[in-house]
């Protein structure tokens, strides 16, 4: 069964050909049976309008194509969360061991404090997706809250600063931690592995610091900390300039398609 062809000129154009516009009459009907689905090459009319517009190409419908879709929020976005979270409070904490910079308490305790929350949602929503991710990040949230109860309160005036050895054990348990974590290198990106192995090294630097009361040892394990936290805060602020280029993208391909 050969394919019916239909006349290019239907229903466009009312004053180059009516038949189909509008109104249909019993004689548009007739002639859209017998000429217009089928054999329009036999039409007078068609005729007419292919000799008058041989050099322009008949009009055709204009279809406004929708703008592309923003993609759906996908599950990487929480290792970024996590991540950017250690990064800043590591940032923070290990600045505050150095000499040349200078981070008021309270201020650092509200940044550890939010940063470690923004671990634990990391480290819950993670948890069906991948286990490993949920213990690391929810781990090392509680971990940044115990240090606001062991080191940062107690120098802002609230309770007692615990002796080296006792800090010298808790830095060391953590990076002991911190270590395996990082042995997970099956389920966990390269990034996490940097981090976990800069912290590994930030907490066991920390650990021989407080052991032997070294000044040097305990400026050189906040250098280390700055570096951990530098993939973190790289891959937050990266994610945060897409998501901003994303409220830029449906303008501009709009106006691509209008041009």
């Not at 002639?31 to 007419?48: L, N, P, V």
Request: neutral net charge.
């Amino acid at each position: 069964m050969k394919d019916t062809a239909v006349c290019p000129y239907f229903d466009l154009d009312e004053d180059a050909c009516d038949v189909g516009c509008g109104y249909i009459s019993s004689h548009d009907a007739s002639m859209i049976i017998k000429f217009c689905s089928c054999q329009f090459d036999t039409c007078q009319k068609y005729r007419e309008l292919t000799d008058r517009l041989v050099e322009q190409e008949p009009a055709l419908p204009v279809v406004k194509q929708p703008s592309p879709a923003r993609p759906a929020a996908h599950c990487n976005n929480i290792p970024v969360l996590g991540l950017f979270s250690y990064g800043v409070t590591a940032a923070c904490y290990a600045a505050d061991k150095l000499p040349l910079l200078s981070i008021n308490l309270h201020l650092l305790a509200i940044i550890i404090m939010l940063g470690a929350v923004g671990q634990i949602s990391a480290g819950l929503n993670a948890l069906k997706s991948n286990p490993l991710r949920a213990i690391a990040f929810t781990g090392f949230g509680l971990f940044w809250l115990s240090i606001l109860a062991l080191d940062i309160l107690p120098r802002a005036g609230y309770g007692s600063v615990p002796g080296p050895i006792p800090m010298m054990g808790y830095f060391a348990m953590w990076g002991m931690f911190s270590l395996i974590i990082c042995q997970g290198l099956e389920q966990l990106v390269r990034i996490s592995r940097v981090v976990f192995a800069l912290m590994t090294a930030f907490l066991l630097t920390l650990a021989l610091a407080h052991a032997t009361q070294n000044t040097s040892l305990l400026h050189s394990a906040g250098l280390i900390g700055l570096a951990s936290s530098l993939p973190g805060l790289y891959l937050g602020l990266r994610h945060i300039g897409e998501e901003a280029i994303h409220l830029f993208q449906p303008n501009v391909a709009s106006d691509k398609i209008r041009s």
